[in-house]
């Protein structure tokens, strides 16, 4: 029988109401776990249960809380066939991404799940999301980092959330399903991880100075020289369509070629969801090649964040970053096959 260990990191799924509104509460959840007739049987893995010491709503985590992640399951990886981390929705696709990245030589299933409806409320969808990651963990035919969310196993630096509302919260428009679990759980195995980088080890993140930015028509280029500071070491521009940006390319291409040259590593991605970038589409999308862009192609946007992260960890030279992001990694973005 195949042995699981079950991470509580916070999030809905173990929140509890107060006056100020849902709220992690471990001891509910612990007690509210062992108490869960459904995983005693026979069909469910043996399991462990771990919490990280303290439990978040996941819009506070950070790189650091990556990290305590990564090593709780670097600590227990030869003890356990699979890990199953409960966390937050808001920031668990950033979250999966990064633990892609950080544990490299990954040769077990790592499903992150969690709910839109507290464990503690009559609707809640956290039972079965639970239940569905604990099987696919003790399973163990996904090698990978993945989301289980509302019935579909999606690879975690694919995924997106996008749904604050409906229990299918997340969705990875630009890669199949590695599963869905309807009456059975139907695996993908086409989808899964291919490649797996040597031993297994665990690579911790440096706190990186990042940012994100959304275009949008009209935007001024004061904008952008307030955000290229010589501290910034990357952003993801989330640019329109395929890669093109607004504004006067004479007016930017020196902003951001100054930028390029401080060590800035600039990612370009897609406000689209569907989407892949390519800058010499359009005359659009060219001024930023020429800046030193470099293209995120499929890539989410949380997949570019953590991607950045993990390189800058690596990596002290922006030029090895902007050579590797543009390279497919853990399976984060479809090959580019002419580069
Ligand atoms: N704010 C919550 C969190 O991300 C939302 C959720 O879990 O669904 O922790």
Redesign the pocket.
Known sequence: MSRILLLHT????G?TRTEKG?R?DGKYFREAVFHMDSLKTKDMPEWEFMETPKL?????MKASDWNLIGSAIAENYDRFDGFVVL??????AYTASALSFMLKGLSKPVILT???IPLCETRSDGRDNLITSMMIAGDAKVKEVCIYFGGLLLRGNRATKYS?DGMQ?FVSPNYAPLATAGISIQYNENSFLAHRSGKFECRPFAEVPIAVMKVFPGIQKEVFESIFTDKLKGIVLETFGSGNMPGDPETLLPIFAKAADNGTVITVCSQCLQATVDMNAYEAGSLLRSAGAVSGRDMTTEAAVAKLHYLFSVYQDADQVRFNMERDIRGEMSQKLDL
């Open positions: 916070g999030g809905t799924i929140m849902y992690p978040l709503d996941s819009s506070r966390h937050g929705t808001d920031t668990m969690g709910s839109q604050a919260a």
